[in-house]
């Protein structure tokens, strides 16, 4: 037996293909101009929460690749107050060389120390400098200038290590010892760079041949360990940028990778959705267009 | 014994009659084909009891029986009880999983994934903040970046704790509703205790009460949205009706028993209400998981921040920043100034926290989309049934017209008939004897 149709089931069905013609319909378009296959959780759950994991990864990545570029930063300005260090310290020991050739006057002396006195002073600025505000040599005291001008030749920071975080597990020690170049004068007797200039600097205005003898003797000897640290000094800091920069590819590496995994979990596939969206449409309209002409059909018309 | 003179006129006014009356149900089905619950109804026509006629045959003296026309025996209403328990099964399958899916979709909808005002992108913010900070670990401006990233990760757990509770709530209002003194379930009972005793009554006088029947079919059919419901037609023409798995019968005759104690097994809009406002259900249990990953969070990043608590409460609706700015820890004590509980705190991106809200966004995400896929399915079956029932109970127009002209026809050739007759009669009456005058 065939079914018996009656008149509310055409229309009924007529409506409910329309409807669900439209629904699809709806939903490619959502797609379409959202650019993103997942607006709710419940278009695709795992992927949602996939996109998630990803997404919170990227924003840590962009995070690390800011730090490496902040960390970077900080090592090309340590890196550039070493290189003037290393300018003022050749100067000392040419101006050290030039006195100690026995034939200058005291008045000549004098100049020669004043100028070495003037390259403290500039040394101890040099260990001043600040990268976004912070003392870059004063380990963790980044408030706080490691070396005061004048006579004290105190070192104010700490030993505290300054280390930047960039990429998963990666850490860059950034710290640069600036104490174990310049020490803490003369007052300490430590034979570094600040002790070296001071004991230089008065041993040039004693301009005694003992005093002479001690010039081109320990403190030329003096000058050129210090010559030496601060060489280590940089090729740490050589090392650390290198460092930055490989951690740096691996980050950028790694964001590539993860932008192209969230991308193919969350963003639409436009050939494919634009091609469902064109056949939706012809459903859509076909749906309409028997629906006018089938609900428009009755005996009613027929008969007189 | 002859055929009585008349008796032509009383078998054509018969037919006359028969084919009124089927004109009047068909009017009737024609009015009512848009008319929800109504079962289209047919004319049963019958041939009137024949009479005897003795002697009719002149060879052996038998008699025979002459036709009296035609009666309508009854108005038989056109509906098939089988379908309409199928239906309301299915119906009730159907109202629970709109309800869940309507529930759980606006649970979803609290949690607002993916969006930049999600939770995902707070917590992945206040990381980044930490981060920030870990570069400049002296700098206030990082240190307040740090707190109000903070204040706002836990402020939209607290709403989103807030809104599953409104949830909850709303669903657990909606049940009152329904069920309480002014409710559907309350008015609908009534009703079809109304309806039972009015058909009780129409079938002592021996009529066929086929419009109350659809009436109550109808109301029945919105139970059963809200619940299980099973009809028990008892001999006086009354149906008994169980509603949720209740203890007693909802409706006994004309007696309603309401309200009465439903549990989650209830089925229909008010089992799925019930389950889903209920401890163990599913926006508890989401609640449930929130305060987990706020607990989470609070105890990881209080677990590096050991200078003083940087959250407090440990519940998604409870929790707070507990810091100022200034409060804020950057490195060990014995380091001051040093970045590495910054970096410390920035590394626990990606923890556990993260993997319980994202497990939790899945969770609720195929909660939906299966609640989703079930009320479609159960769609499916009840337009599916519902067409079935229409297949047998709905009004065709095409059939009506058909009928219509059959039967105005029909009247139309009884009427003939009855002139026939007529001009018999008036030949025998009129003219007979009056041969010559």
């Known amino acids: 037996m065939t079914t018996r149709i009656a008149t509310d089931m055409i229309v009924g069905s007529t409506l409910a293909d329309i409807n669900s013609a439209q629904a699809a319909l709806e939903r490619s378009q959502r797609e379409l101009s959202s650019g993103k296959s997942i607006s709710q959780p419940s278009d695709n759950p795992v992927g949602a929460s996939q996109a998630i994991m990803l997404q919170s990864a990227l924003d840590g990545l962009d995070s690390y690749e800011k730090s490496a570029h902040d960390g970077s930063a900080w090592l090309k300005t340590a890196g550039g107050a070493l290189s003037s260090l290393n300018e003022l310290t050749q100067r000392a020991r040419e101006l050290v060389v030039q006195a100690a050739n026995g034939v200058n006057s005291q008045g000549d002396l004098n100049d020669i120390a004043d100028e070495v006195e003037q390259l403290t002073e500039m040394a101890k600025q040099d260990a001043d400098t600040q990268y976004a505000g912070q003392y870059i040599f004063s380990g963790t005291l980044a408030g706080t200038a490691p070396y005061a001008q004048g006579a004290n030749d105190e070192y104010h920071g700490n030993s505290g290590a300054i280390a930047r975080s960039v990429g998963p597990g990666a850490t860059i020690d950034v710290t640069v010892s600036v104490k174990s170049l310049l020490g803490e004068g003369q007052a300490a007797g430590d034979g570094k760079l600040l002790d070296t200039l001071r004991t230089i600097a008065k041993n040039l205005r004693e301009g005694t041949p003992e005093a002479l003898k001690a010039l081109s003797g320990h403190d030329l000897e003096a000058i050129e360990a210090n010559l030496s640290t601060l060489g280590n000094l940089q090729a740490e800091v050589g090392a650390a940028t290198d460092q930055i920069t490989s951690a740096l590819n691996r980050v950028e590496d790694l964001q590539n990778t993860t932008t192209t995994q969230l991308s193919n979990i969350q963003d639409a596939n436009f050939a494919q959705v634009s091609m469902e969206f064109s056949s939706q449409q012809a459903a859509y309209n076909a749906a309409l267009r028997a629906g006018a002409s089938i609900v428009q059909e009755s005996l009613l018309e027929f008969l007189h | ?437």
């Open chain 2, 1 to 437: 014994m002859s055929i009585p003179t008349l008796q032509g006129l009383q078998t054509a006014l018969s037919g006359l009659l028969a084919d009124q009356q089927a004109i009047d149900v068909t009017g009737h089905n024609i009015t009512n084909a848009n008319t929800p619950g109504y079962s289209r109804q047919v004319a049963v026509l019958q041939t009137n009891d024949p009479m005897r006629i003795a002697a009719l045959s002149p060879t052996d003296g038998e008699g025979g029986q002459l036709g009296t026309g035609v009666s309508v025996a009854t108005y038989m209403r056109i509906r098939n009880t089988y379908l309409d328990a199928q239906y309301r099964t299915q119906n009730a399958s159907l109202g629970s999983a709109t309800t869940q899916a309507n529930e759980l979709q606006q649970a979803q909808s609290a949690f607002d994934e993916p969006s930049t005002a999600g939770l995902a992108t707070q917590l992945s913010a206040f990381w980044s903040a930490w981060g920030e900070l870990a570069n400049m670990p002296a700098s206030e401006a990082a240190k307040v970046a740090v707190v109000s990233s903070g204040t706002q990760l836990a402020d939209t757990l607290n709403q989103v704790s807030a809104q599953l509770q409104t949830i909850e709530a709303q669903a657990a209002q909606q049940y009152s509703a329904i069920t309480g003194s002014s409710g559907e379930v309350q008015s609908d009972g009534s009703q079809i205790a109304q309806l039972n005793e009015q058909i009780k009554l129409s079938l002592l006088a021996r009529q066929q009460p086929n419009d109350l029947e659809d009436r109550r079919d109808l109301l029945v059919d919105k139970l059963s949205e809200l619940a299980n419901v099973t009809v028990t037609r008892e001999s006086d023409g009354t149906d008994t009706i169980t509603f949720g798995n209740a203890a007693k019968p909802l409706v006994e005759g004309a007696k309603v028993d309401w309200p009465q104690v439903l549990t989650s097994a209830a089925g229909g809009k008010l089992g799925a209400l019930l389950g889903l406002s209920g401890p163990e259900g599913a926006i508890a249990g989401y609640r449930t998981a929130l305060d987990g990953v706020a607990a989470t969070l609070a105890e990881t990043v209080n677990g590096l921040h050991t200078s003083t608590p940087f959250f407090s409460g440990n519940t998604a609706a409870t929790i707070a920043v507990a810091v100022t700015p200034s409060q804020v820890q950057t490195a060990e004590p014995a380091n001051p100034g040093g970045n590495e509980v910054a970096r410390a705190i920035a590394a626990l991106r990606g923890g556990t926290a993260e993997q319980g809200y994202a497990a939790l966004i899945a969770r609720i995400g195929s909660d939906v989309k299966s609640a989703q896929s079930n009320e479609t399915n159960s769609q499916a079956v009840v337009t599916a049934l519902s067409e079935q029932r229409q297949s047998v109970s709905g009004v065709s127009l095409d059939e009506e017209m058909t009928n219509l002209v059959t039967f105005q026809r029909g009247y139309q050739a009884s009427a003939r008939a009855l002139t026939s007759m007529d001009e018999m009669l008036d030949t025998l009456i009129n003219h007979t004897g009056a041969v010559g005058l």
